[in-house]
């Protein structure tokens, strides 16, 4: 079936007789000798579509069409040319990242600034209490007795604990950036800051405007203040932290392109905040995402469509009887196309039955070269501990020694699982020489590459997601409820999330006697014991 598309696509762009099968062959066969001598003498290969018109008006399907099962053995791809090329729609994705993170860090560090001077505000009031009678008015204060100096100790250690509580609970890297305040942060914020004006006010009329002589009652009134701000520390961390620990809802996290799946248990949040949190188990729980493992089905319907062709070979202007045979042939081919298409199962049953087959041919090759490289490293290994230590090979070294004996047959792996867009020869070689750093068995490297991983095993360059965008008809502050629908976007695909609530689970009790646990042996005459 592959053979099919290569043809067809080769044959429409080559402005020569489609009909014939046998020039078809000739002219595939001439197409690989040549670009098997192109692979032998260049690095790089880029092919140039001519200015024809496209194949059905979709140059997706035209490429997907060139780049068939085959392709990892007739050229090369991966190199550090065509590896670091960039299309005008990466250009745009790019200044946009560059744009919107312009302004994320604007916002990030505007939050943080605040947050610094309400913090300074809120520790350096309960000292200013203390120090502004002996700048105002020294003369007219009593003096501290025992019971007051021990009160200064109590207010140091209050001030030290809350200092480490709130840099603790506030002062963390933040995670992402959410689109709209947090609401209960915003509460305790704005909470603090009026109770800290309303003791600045009460300080200001009962003490500063009297000069309040009685400086044990002014220590006193400091501690209540300190006291305060911990009570709130603690509310805080029953608001922040404690409150989403119950799980009340089951999330079902899905991919729209590929149908990949999760579930996710969450508390009482925000749908803004359980977007944070799906995301960070996104990365670490859903396999990389493969745009090019979904080709196949639109190769095949371009297929089924490229067979369907009619001509009117007397043109608009034959007459009736040369129409009317033209339309019985026309519908004769849409016969043929239909019965075709009702055969579509067959050949989707042969591609990925041969698919497979070729899979596991290359992935023995694979393990067999990778198995022959690490005993060669084994035997260097052992062979330089006995040389002069001038002449001893680093790990990295080493891994450039013996991945040229694997490259090829990864790099087949690697294109026939269309894997070769998330490695690069770079990170192939660091992860080799990590393997051997760490005296890892062959079946542990290759692990990364037989197996798809989470999106963190890959570079950040490999994500191909940068920012999201939050899609949710509810405002993103309210709290998550059964039937609530979201979606988070990015540029090639989102991920739907739907919401059910936990049902509530009623258990009871039934108590057996362990004495009833008694048997009796059945026998039967035909039975011998």
């Keep these: 079936m592959d053979t099919e598309s290569t043809y067809s696509g080769y044959s429409f762009y080559s402005g020569r007789s489609r009909g014939s099968h046998r ?3 000739r002219s595939r066969d001439r197409h690989k000798s040549r670009s098997k001598e192109s692979s032998r003498s260049e690095k790089s290969v880029t092919i140039n579509a001519p200015p024809a018109e496209p194949l059905l008006g979709d140059q997706s399907v035209r490429e997907e069409e060139v780049q068939d099962d085959n392709w990892g053995e007739t050229t090369t791809a991966v190199t550090g040319t065509s590896e670091h090329s960039l299309s005008q729609e990466d250009i745009v994705r790019i200044s946009k990242d560059l744009d919107d993170s312009v302004g994320l860090d604007c916002k990030r560090y505007l939050n943080v600034a605040l947050s610094v001077i309400l913090g300074l505000v809120v520790l350096l009031t309960p000292l200013a209490f203390l120090i502004l009678p002996h700048l105002l008015w020294p003369d007219r204060l009593k003096a501290c007795g025992t019971a007051c100096e ?3 100790i109590s207010v140091a250690f209050k ?5 480490l509580a709130v840099w603790a609970l506030f002062f963390r890297p933040p995670r992402a950036g959410l689109p709209r305040i947090f609401v209960f942060r ?14 600045w006010l009460f300080y200001g009329v009962r003490i500063l405007d009297s000069q309040d002589g009685d400086y044990q009652g002014i220590v006193q009134y400091a501690v209540s203040l300190v006291d305060a701000l911990l009570f709130i520390h603690y509310l805080a961390i029953v608001l922040l932290e404690l409150r989403q620990l119950q799980p009340f809802f089951s999330l079902c996290v899905t991919r729209s392109t590929d149908g990949a799946t999760q579930h996710y248990n969450l508390g009482q949040l925000s749908i803004q905040r359980a ?18 493992m979904l080709t196949a089905s639109k190769s095949r319907a371009a297929k089924h469509l490229a067979g369907l062709k009619v001509y009117n070979v007397d043109g608009p202007g ?4 040369a129409a009317g045979i033209a339309q019985s042939q026309s519908r004769a081919m849409i016969a043929a196309a239909a019965r ?7 050949e989707l049953y042969y591609e990925e039955a041969e698919h497979e087959r070729r899979v596991r041919k290359r992935r023995a090759r694979l393990v067999v070269a990778v198995e022959e490289a690490f005993t060669h490293i084994r035997r260097m290994q052992e062979e330089e501990q ?5 002449d001893v090979m680093d790990p990295r070294e080493a891994a450039q020694a013996i991945f040229p004996s694997m490259a090829r047959a990864l790099q087949k792996y690697l294109r026939t699982t269309r894997q070769q867009h998330l490695h690069s020869m770079e990170s192939i070689q660091q992860h080799l020489a990590f393997c051997i750093t760490n005296n890892m068995t062959p079946k542990a490297f290759l692990e990364s590459y037989l197996t798809t991983g989470p999106t963190l095993q890959y570079g950040k360059d490999r994500w191909l997601a940068r920012q999201w965008t939050l899609i949710s008809e509810a405002s993103v502050t309210s709290g998550l409820k059964d039937g609530t629908v979201f979606l988070l976007k990015c540029i090639d695909f989102s991920l739907v999330v739907t919401t059910k609530k936990i049902p509530y689970i009623q258990l009871a009790e039934e108590f057996i006697d362990p004495k009833s646990h008694k048997f009796v042996l059945r026998l039967q005459s035909e039975t011998s014991v």
């Design 318 to 321: 034959g007459n009736n009887a």
């Design 23 to 25: 020039h078809g062959e």
């Design 150 to 152: 021990g009160l200064f």
């Design 159 to 163: 001030l030290l604990i809350l200092l």
């Design 340 to 346: 075709r298409r009702d055969s579509s199962h067959n």
């Design 386 to 390: 006995k040389k002069a230590p001038g």
């Design 186 to 199: 915003a509460l305790l914020a704005t909470l603090v800051l009026l109770f800290v004006l309303s003791y």
């Design 275 to 292: 977007a944070v949190v799906i995301l960070e188990n996104y990365y670490k729980d859903f396999p990389v995402h493969n745009p090019a």
